[in-house]
């Protein structure tokens, strides 16, 4: 696919202007938007209930977003929850939302399983807390950023994430573009034993393309990392209505 103008511009600052994060509140172009949708998630084992929500708090510029999936029954019992933060600002001319800290939490056959997934700025790594019934999944970690991981989305929080760059608003405009960045995985890594075929990481590459208009108006975008494809489609207000999973059966909507 042909790369826009405005897309090639959003990759080169990003690649080369990694000295320098402004926090500016009164230019981040996401901080009036607030959201809360519910949905049905359908995939091999049946059908429960989503929820997505996300805030900005001014006071400590943060974009704030929690989701939940739980069982479509009289009990309503959670079966997997996330909280994502971020910092919204500006990297030179570039408008991103720095990854900041998310706390994932499921449960498998009733025992409950945590990650927490952390960037630390000074030491230049991905911080990872795990807590489980599982000798192999309890302790603490660090992991080295790549000297390319300049732009970085939380998986749970991929759409705010590239509002905030103008990828979007930019690549519904110009009909066609790209972002490649890093999709950090807020459930690894209990999130691999869920989805078979996702690289065993935490920290993955990826690219964000879109993929035009369907014949219902709706903007479609594929997000691509190991070999996959999650395909997201949004309203004209830029809401993501409906996500599809295909290779892994799962449907948002």
């Known amino acids: 696919m042909k790369i ?14 990694c000295s320098f994060f402004k926090r500016s509140k009164s230019e981040v172009p996401t901080t009036k938007v607030k959201s809360s949708h519910s949905y049905t998630l359908s995939d091999k084992s049946g059908e429960f209930e989503y929820t997505h929500q996300s805030n900005y708090l001014k006071k400590n510029n943060r974009l704030i977003t929690k989701y939940q999936v739980k069982a479509k029954d009289s009990e309503g019992k959670v079966l ?33 399983y945590f990650t927490e997934v952390k960037l630390n700025p000074k030491s230049k790594t991905l911080d990872l807390k795990l807590e489980s019934p599982e000798k192999q999944w309890n302790g603490s970690k660090s992991m080295p950023l790549p000297k390319d991981a300049i732009l970085m989305c939380y998986l749970g929080q991929i759409m705010e994430c590239a509002k905030q760059t103008g990828f979007i608003s930019k690549s519904i405009k110009a009909q066609t573009g790209t972002m490649s960045f890093y999709l950090i995985i807020e459930g690894y890594p209990y999130f691999q034993e ?8 935490p920290l993955i590459r990826a690219q964000l393309v879109y993929d035009g208009t369907n014949p219902q108006g709706e903007k479609r975008y594929s997000l691509n990392f190991s070999g996959q494809s999650i395909f997201y489609f949004l309203n004209e207000k830029q809401e993501m209505i409906k996500k599809f999973w295909v290779s892994q059966g799962l449907t948002v909507n």
Do not use: M
């Open 4 to 17: 826009s103008k405005a897309s090639n511009l959003i990759l080169i600052l990003l690649l080369t202007s």
């Open 80 to 112: 997997e929850q996330a909280v994502i933060f971020s910092n919204p600002g500006k990297l030179k001319e570039v408008y991103l939302s720095r990854p900041e800290i998310s706390q994932y939490t499921v449960w498998f056959e009733g025992k409950k």
């Open 194 to 201: 869920q989805y078979i075929g996702v690289e065993d990481s």
